[in-house]
């Protein structure tokens, strides 16, 4: 059976180790077996959203180690599946809005159970309080990383956002003023490439200046929370993933926001010299480089 090669869908430059070493080539390996049986991208996500239940049902006994441990390995499914599920859409041409949605809920389904066990077990009302806290960020977290990316891959193929379409319900209204705040100011980036006579050679551009601020955001991925879960079950103290969600996540996402609109302002400020429509000799130079 050969093992299709990497379908370009991500850029290596910013994908997080596990994925690049364990998780999508083991995708990839079962991804024809998958397709010659006709096991459909929406089947393989709630295959992804049981093997996660499984593996919060075995966090449930985290103090023994091999409990543990069989935690982790029902979690490496998990983010097989996760992954899987994309690439048989994509290979069979079935993408779809609801596939999308479902394999979100699936995603948020098991890291809900995995805080929901954890919680419980610990039983005390700090446990929970730190349980919810770390739930609550870890949902604008995902939100604003999987949003980095989805415009990481979209510029670094020369290709601008489309202006959002407003809305006259107020209480769509505000959900897009919060849910939006980084999009408006990044879209400022998105409407000098629609201006750009080569959008194609600037979002090469953009995408060597940008991929060092989406390889910090990295530990933001859900690979990086399955690791940290294992390692603070296996020292005893699931404290430490609540803290770990809490602290230093939330430092790296703030940081590589920043720095990432960063990179954007420096890139407009160098488009609005002399010549606006060219890049700088030195910028073509470190493209062609590439």
């Known amino acids: 059976m ?28 079962l991804l024809p077996w998958a397709i010659a049986r006709g096991i459909s991208a929406n089947s393989v996500s709630v295959v992804g959203l049981i ?56 995603d948020h389904g098991v890291f809900f159970l ?16 730190l349980a919810t806290a770390a739930g609550v960020l870890h949902a604008v977290q995902s939100s604003l990383y999987e949003g980095e990316r989805t415009r990481f891959h979209r510029r670094c193929k020369g290709v601008a956002a489309e202006p959002p379409v407003p809305s006259r319900n107020p209480l769509v209204k ?64 699931p404290y430490l993933f609540f803290w770990f969600e809490l602290i230093p996540l939330t430092a790296i996402l703030v940081l590589g926001l920043t720095w990432h609109r960063a990179v954007e302002s420096r890139l407009l400020r160098s488009m609005a010299g002399p010549a606006p429509e060219q890049h700088s000799q030195s910028d073509r130079s470190s493209i062609q480089r590439t």
């Not at 599920?85 to 949605?101: E, N, V």
């Not at 995995?114 to 309080?129: D, E, H, R």
């Open 114 to 129: 995995l805080y929901l066990v954890l919680a419980l077990s610990i039983g005390t009302l700090s446990g929970w309080i």
């Open 51 to 106: 093997l996660g239940a499984l593996a919060a049902a075995a966090y449930a006994n985290w103090s023994s180690w091999p409990f543990a441990f069989l935690g982790l390995l029902l979690s490496v499914g998990w983010l097989i599946a996760d992954g899987l599920d994309g690439m048989i859409a994509r290979a069979t041409k079935t993408a779809s809005p609801l596939g999308r949605a479902l394999d979100g809920m699936c």
């Open 2 to 29: 050969t093992i299709p090669p990497p379908d370009g869908s991500r850029d290596r430059r910013i994908e997080d180790p596990t994925n690049l070493w364990i998780i999508h080539p083991a995708g990839r390996l």
């Open 174 to 237: 505000l959900y897009d003023f919060v849910a939006g705040s980084v999009d408006r100011v990044a879209y400022r980036f998105d409407e000098a490439m629609t201006r750009d006579s080569d959008s194609a050679a600037l979002g090469t551009l953009y995408g060597m200046r940008a991929s060092a601020p989406m390889r910090l955001m990295r530990p933001l991925s859900a690979n990086a929370r399955v690791f940290a879960i294992f390692i603070a079950c296996l020292a005893g103290n």
